[in-house]
């Protein structure tokens, strides 16, 4: 059974900070990776996906890289910013593209 | 293009009455999934929907959660009876199964407070 954690939970940091918010899974037959920003009260945002065959994605100050034979994914933030303040999560499928699984969460808050 | 809706926002209902939620995917995903957040956690998926079949519904409980996607577009999700653990966030997301297959869109959640 596939499962997810998020180190660290919370995560407090002065503006223009970087950062380096982690994904682990327990199975590493994913189809891909997903990292997703969530605000208080509102749904979820995509914010990048990584296929199974990609090493790392980018979009503006966020990078996320994959190394799935150790089951690990990692979401870096560059020159953090109050704005970036929210819950971030990663979920996985399996192979087949079904059985989502989210990790917790990681709770950022960026101080100006 | 517009996103995925959800309604009702939000719903307070007490313990034992039934409750049913509503989505529309974003035009043109075949899938379609179900979330349950409980606060300060991740969501964890009820059933995943390609076109009207279900693919995935392995931790819908059956006995009082159901849910239906007729002509592969608007879904319902249904609690009956309800029971005051059910009280959470109900997400719908959709995907498509182009290039970046399964990338998920959520729409806005329905929060249920169950009394």
């Known amino acids: 059974k596939q499962e997810v954690t998020q180190i660290p939970a919370a995560l407090s940091v002065p503006e223009g900070e970087n950062l380096v918010l982690n994904c682990s899974f327990t199975?590493?037959?994913?189809?891909?990776l997903q990292w997703f920003r969530q605000d208080p009260g509102k749904g979820l945002t995509s914010l990048l996906l990584i296929q199974s065959s990609q090493r790392e994605q980018t979009s503006g100050r966020l990078n996320a890289s994959l190394d799935k034979s150790s089951g690990r994914s990692t979401l870096y933030i560059a020159a953090s910013q109050p704005g970036d303040s929210a819950t971030y999560l990663c979920?996985?499928?399996?192979?087949?593209?079904?059985?989502?699984?989210f990790g917790p969460g990681t709770r950022l808050s960026v101080l100006p | 293009e517009a996103g995925v809706a959800q309604s009702p926002r939000y719903k307070i209902i007490e313990k034992r009455q039934s409750v049913a939620f509503w989505c529309n995917p974003i035009?043109?995903?075949?899938?379609l999934y179900w979330y349950q957040q409980i606060l300060g956690q991740g969501p964890k998926l009820l059933i995943q929907f390609q076109n009207n079949g279900v693919v995935d519904d392995s931790q819908l409980p059956k006995d009082r959660f159901s849910a239906e996607r007729l002509k592969g577009v608007d879904s319902t999700l249904k609690i009956q009876p309800a029971k005051l653990e059910d009280s959470a966030v109900y997400l719908c997301a959709s995907s498509s199964r182009g290039r970046d297959s399964y990338e998920q869109y959520f729409g806005p959640g329905t929060r249920l407070t169950v009394t």
């Open positions: 979920a996985v499928p399996n192979n087949y593209g079904q059985n989502f699984v």
């Open positions: 035009s043109g995903h075949a899938t």
């Open positions: 199975d590493s037959a994913i189809y891909n």
